[in-house]
């Protein structure tokens, strides 16, 4: 089997003809960034960069590839290296902000690195010191982590048919997985498996390695251009070195899985944001007034002016409990972990989690109210704010973030250790 296979049937010319042709780049080492605030810095020289052309890409489906390039360039992937590694070592609030600012550029460009920060913290909780030293060695040289999600087949998204095998030939690896977000421009694939104990573990692959092949076939209405699609592996031979023991999370608190949710947040929060500048823009230069209200100009318009003031407080509301959980969470990774913890970092991301959610639906939807008629146009493509907002924030329901709070506030109760908490 081969990297890279066919598209599917419900994929774009474009994206196919550059699934096939395209593989990423030779890593080579990264700017190291110095400090949080060049940090942030960087990601809004970037974002002014993807900014350009993100509508196009969106409409047709047209891959990335440059782009991630030049993003991996720029350091910003290692940011969250320990500085006693070679690393910036910056703040998950640091972390929160850089996101939100790409993804107000454009989304699917901005979500496509957002496996390798879960999985830098989950090297952090759970990895010896060799490990350590050899994925935090891996990202300043400029190599890409991507992710092989859950599988699609099965009943529930906690049952895994994929194997981690010892052979007489060492570890193999075999299985089928989607949403693989960020697979198709990765160096390394991690992905959930059960080790021959009936274990869970993660395992990396590397994306050329031969029985590795990511299938560009994703195709949904939002997120367009994540390549979000399917990974098999068949056979692929696995370093001792790249299983990490992901049951251990049982056991071991950690902060894995509320940094992955913090990005989550961050993600819905940058569409928002885009939505919402987008509406400003379009009310700003091409509404009109409606014919009832005397008005010369839509931007007087008391209805619009309330409407606006709602969003802009609601948005503002929602980036500060997102920057506020990115502060909790490095007040929590100051100190050693504890169950108790690790639970106050998950209910404070599941907080944001909630908020930045309702924004990114509420802003992407009132746009059209606001700018009228001509913003539904498909020369100006507005409808990818909710197509983008809509997808990405059923990465896992909010209604069961609200449940966590819930249960924590009435009754004690520590939410579950897992990556979507």
């Known amino acids: 089997m081969t990297p890279h296979s066919s598209r599917s049937a419900g994929q774009t010319e474009t994206g196919s003809a550059e699934a096939l042709l395209r593989r990423p780049r030779e890593p080579r080492p990264v700017y190291r960034i110095r400090d949080d605030d060049e940090a942030v810095d960087i990601a809004h020289r970037l974002a002014e960069r993807f900014r350009t052309g993100a509508s196009e890409r969106d409409r047709q489906r047209r891959l990335p590839f440059e782009e991630i390039e030049t993003y991996t360039e720029s350091g910003l992937g290692a940011i969250t290296v320990p500085k006693a590694y070679g690393g910036t070592g910056a703040g998950y609030e640091t972390l929160a902000r850089v996101f939100e600012i790409l993804c107000a550029a454009d989304p699917s460009l901005g979500q496509i690195p957002q496996n390798q920060f879960g999985v830098l913290a989950l090297v952090a909780d759970i990895g010896t010191e060799a490990q350590k030293a050899r994925v935090y060695a891996d990202v300043l040289a400029g190599h890409r982590i991507g992710n092989a999600g859950p599988e699609r087949k099965t009943k529930l998204v906690t049952i895994s048919t994929t194997r981690l095998e010892a052979t007489s030939r060492g570890l193999r690896l075999t299985g089928e997985r989607f949403y693989s977000t960020g697979a198709l421009f990765a160096h390394y694939i991690p992905t959930r498996a059960v080790d021959d104990e009936g274990r869970a573990v993660q395992v990396w692959a590397r994306s050329g390695q031969p029985g590795v092949t990511i299938i560009d076939d994703w195709a949904a209405f939002g997120q367009r251009t994540t390549a979000s699609g399917t990974v098999v592996f068949h056979q692929v031979a696995i370093e001792p070195e790249l299983v990490f023991p992901v049951h251990a999370f049982k056991d071991k608190p950690g ?73 909790t969470i490095d007040a929590i990774a100051a100190a050693p972990v504890t169950a108790e913890s690790s639970a106050r970092a998950s209910v404070a991301v599941a907080e944001a989690k909630i908020l930045t959610t309702e924004i990114a639906l509420e802003a992407s939807e009132r746009l059209f109210d606001l700018a009228g008629s001509a913003a539904t146009r498909a020369a100006h493509n507005l409808d990818r704010h909710w197509r983008n907002a809509r997808v990405h924030t059923l990465h896992d329901p909010v209604r069961w973030k609200i449940h966590l709070i819930g249960n924590y506030a009435l009754n004690g109760i520590l939410p579950n250790r897992h990556q979507w908490n």
């Open 255 to 327: 902060l894995a899985g509320p940094v992955s949710q913090l990005i989550q947040a961050a993600i819905d929060a940058g569409i928002a944001r885009a939505a919402f500048e987008d509406a400003l823009g379009f009310v700003r230069e091409r509404a009109r007034p409606w014919v009832d209200s005397g008005l010369s100009q839509a931007t007087d318009d008391p209805t619009i002016l309330h409407s606006v003031g709602a969003l802009a407080t609601d948005l503002h509301a929602a980036q500060e409990i997102l920057y506020e959980a990115g502060r």
